[in-house]
T-cell receptor, first 113, second 110 residues
Framework: KAGVTQTPRYLIKTRGQQVTLSCSPI?????VSWYQQTPGQGLQFLFE???????NKGNFPGRFSGRQFSNSRSEMNVSTLELGDSALYLC????????????FGEGSRLTVL | GIQVEQSPPDLILQEGANSTLRCNFS?????LQWFHQNPWGQLINLFY???GTKQNGRLSATTVATERYSLLYISSSQTTDSGVYFC????????????FGSGTRLSIRP
């Protein structure tokens, strides 16, 4: 069974640009959640999607958004990039969401110059 | 929201030693997992353990939900055990977010 796949793995952007990251969950998993990891703030929850609906959202500005498609694949978008958005973005899938075991992808490492 | 504290923040041991990592949480949880973050950043599942005890080879974990803590035991440490260990918890509410601890950085010296 294939694991969680995140693309791209690495990317470099400049301030003011926008970025879209993709996450394909494990087959059969309906929940996808996103996390940001930085040296200063640690691992922080961004949002969770279940059956194409955002079920939960972390404390991030509106520049961070996401969506989930009917095949459970998810994308997150960050607009008007800031230097502080440089981070490892991790996606996790779960069979049922709340209370379920999370399985993480390898992450997308974003550098903003 | 739920607060999660991990201790110790750093741990340096000789190969072959045993270690105990702790995760304290401030409220009832229905989701608790232990992860090992590999050098490339991926979080590797160790245990899904909202309560009880589990073992997998040299690793075992115990969660005492009523006392709001979980322990991860690593026996006969190997250099490949080095890295950062995280616990993550989630509450019972459907609006509950997964909260990660700040991690324990384990360094195993040969």
């Amino acid at each position: 069974k294939a694991g969680v796949t995140q693309t791209p793995r690495y990317l470099i952007k400049t301030r003011g640009q926008q970025v879209t990251l993709s996450c394909s969950p494990i087959s059969g998993h309906r929940s996808v959640s996103w996390y940001q990891q930085t040296p200063g703030q640690g691992l922080q929850f961004l949002f969770e999607y279940f059956s194409e609906t955002q079920r939960n959202k972390g404390n991030f500005p509106g520049r961070f958004s996401g969506r989930q498609f009917s095949n459970s694949r998810s994308e997150m978008n960050v607009s008007t990039l800031e230097l502080g958005d440089s981070a490892l973005y991790l996606c996790a899938s779960s069979p049922q969401g709340s209370g379920g075991e999370l399985f993480f992808g390898e992450g997308s490492r974003l550098t903003v110059l | 929201g739920i607060q999660v504290e991990q201790s110790p923040p750093d741990l340096i041991l000789q190969e072959g030693a045993n270690s105990t990592l702790r995760c304290n949480f401030s409220d009832s949880v229905n989701n608790l997992q232990w992860f090992h973050q590999n050098p490339w950043g991926q979080l590797i599942n160790l245990f899904y353990i909202p309560s009880g005890t589990k073992q997998n080879g040299r690793l075992s974990a115990t969660t005492v939900a009523t006392e709001r803590y979980s322990l991860l035991y690593i026996s006969s440490s190997q250099t490949t055990d080095s890295g950062v260990y995280f616990c993550a918890v989630g509450g019972y509410s459907s609006a509950s977010k997964i909260i990660f601890g700040s991690g324990t950085r384990l360094s195993i010296r040969p």
